[in-house]
């Protein structure tokens, strides 16, 4: 049988620790953007008018002069957060059992420990997993239609477009692997540690269960608006909410009108009737 011998005086690769650094790193920004986004689409649960403004502030609407914004600026978000997105399943797929023996083995380990931590990150590997793919369709639909960010559009694509499985599935997915990944961050560097780190453990764990309920509440509650939406919506589908608000702006600006032409019909029979009469 062949033997390995490791060299005593061998330099330590410090790139296994650089790369599990940049994961970390890649995961708090995704996790905490991803937070930040769950409120920003929840918007849509006090209205139109609301989701409207979120997505114009994205697109530096008060910086035009027209008011319509700059959808490059959403592009380019989109682009950072897709890069990070990539960099970050890269880094986590080496961790991945690469076999279904290794798959197996790690079962086998989970059911003998019963070791709750080693269950949340079994959770993180298989939701990592479909985030890969549903994750990417989001993102590359976001970055190939940056201006179709409004009430409008985003009900269109969720209902009539037929995505509102994937967005369900991604939101579950999102909300699971974000939440444990920012506790398990929280337990690997000692953040937030105290003296009492059993207490703190299950302090954490406590807020990330929260957490989880709280996120994944606004965003199920937002995904059933967008849906009923998007059916009110079926007859119109293509139409953006900004042109939907300034043809009613333009009804509401004929009606006096028609209502002044009225009264001076009315002025001009009056002198012609009494006069007949």
Not at 102 to 108: N, V
Not at 224 to 235: A, E, N, P, S
Request: some cysteine; hydrophobic content about 45%.
């Amino acid at each position: 049988m062949d033997s390995y011998i490791i060299e005593s005086n061998k330099k330590k690769s410090r790139i296994p620790a650089r790369l599990d650094f940049a994961q970390s790193g890649t995961g708090l920004i995704l996790g905490l953007f991803m937070w930040v986004h769950m409120f920003l689409v929840g918007s849509i649960i006090l209205g139109k008018g609301s989701f409207n403004f979120v997505a114009k502030t994205m697109e530096l609407a008060f910086l035009s002069d027209t008011g319509h914004g700059f959808p490059i600026a959403v592009f380019f978000a989109v682009l950072t957060i897709f890069t990070l997105f990539i960099i970050h399943a890269l880094l986590g797929v080496r961790k991945f059992p690469i076999s279904w023996k290794q798959h197996q083995i790690i079962r086998d380990q989970m059911k003998m420990m019963k070791h709750t931590d080693t269950n949340l990150w079994y959770i993180q590997v298989v939701t990592g997993f479909i985030m890969f793919f549903a994750g990417s369709v989001h993102l590359y639909i976001m970055l190939t239609h940056p201006g179709s960010i409004d009430p409008y559009m985003s009900a269109d694509r969720i209902v009539s477009g037929h995505m509102w499985p994937l967005y369900l599935i991604l939101l579950i997915c999102v909300e699971l692997h974000g939440t444990i990944g920012l506790y398990r961050l929280c337990m690997k560097w000692g953040w937030f540690s105290g003296k009492d780190a059993k207490k703190s453990r299950q302090t954490l764990k406590k807020m990330k269960n929260k957490a989880t309920i709280f996120f994944l509440t606004i965003g199920i509650l937002a995904l059933f608006v967008f849906i009923v939406i998007g059916i009110k919506h079926r007859d119109r589908v293509g139409e953006k909410y900004s042109n939907h608000i300034a043809a009613v702006e333009q009804v509401q600006d004929d009606q006096p009108i028609q209502g002044k032409d009225q009264d001076q019909e009315i002025k001009i029979l009056q002198p012609a009737e009494a006069k007949h009469e």
